[in-house]
């Protein structure tokens, strides 16, 4: 651990960051990793309001599966530029630095660690499309930062749906029922489970992936999102 944090901090000191938003110097996290964003952009993210101090807590619904809920950022500017710029890009950089940011708060948060971080997967079809899976990109970065083990594949996507994005309401909740399953011979018993995805908005597929870990006996998961939609205001 001692030569990877010299590592990084020579590499760090040859090469500094730069920020992705305006290009002025970046900073450096708490572990000694570059951070792609320099301190007068990060004070402009769009911090959730107060689940808790830190912007990280439990779900205010009730009947979500999960026992923690990790969402630092509103998805707003800068943060939707980030995820947009990573899903239809392919700019890794950007998930690198949505997964340091997820790592920070979830760092900030006094209690432990999960044992494994799991990405939502994509359909095969559309990860030969696309070639990358972004939840994957942001989960390996915040993994690798708090020093948990990632697996990218315990989920598998079984059945193709339609583009979440492209639909509304209850027609989500159906879309991705049945279409994730453990993949055959992987033992999550009793393994408490960090489940990853780039965007939290109705929580369709979050739900159903979390349903699928829990009938595989996992002991515990909780949501790690890069950002979450603000829900729609009520009057």
Request: proline share 6%.
């Amino acid at each position: 651990m001692l030569k990877a944090s010299w590592l990084r901090a020579v590499g760090t000191w040859c090469l500094p960051p730069a920020c992705l938003l305006c290009g002025a110097r970046g900073q450096i996290d708490a572990t000694g990793s570059a951070l792609d964003l320099c301190a007068g952009c990060e004070g402009t993210l769009p911090g959730i309001k107060p689940i808790d101090e830190a912007g990280v807590g439990r779900c205010g619904s009730a009947a979500a599966p999960w026992e923690l809920l990790v969402a630092p950022h509103l998805y707003a500017w800068p943060i939707d530029h980030c995820v947009r710029t990573l899903k239809f890009e392919g700019d890794t950089a950007c998930g690198r630095l949505l997964g340091l940011l997820l790592a920070q708060h979830r760092r900030n948060l006094v209690r432990p660690m999960p044992d494994l971080v799991v990405p939502v997967p994509l359909h095969r079809a559309r990860y030969l499309e696309r070639g990358f899976n972004q939840a994957a990109v942001i989960g390996q970065y915040a993994a690798r930062s708090l020093g948990v083990p990632f697996q990218a594949r315990v989920l598998e996507r079984c059945r193709a749906t339609a583009e979440q994005s492209h639909l509304r309401g209850a027609a989500r909740a159906g879309n991705v029922i049945g279409a994730f399953r453990v993949r055959p011979g992987t033992a999550l018993d009793g393994w408490r489970i960090a489940l990853v995805d780039d965007v939290l908005t109705t929580g369709s597929t979050a739900r159903e992936a979390t349903r699928v870990l829990r009938a595989a006996r996992a002991a515990s998961v909780e949501l790690w999102v890069a950002a979450r939609a603000e829900p729609p205001q009520t009057r």
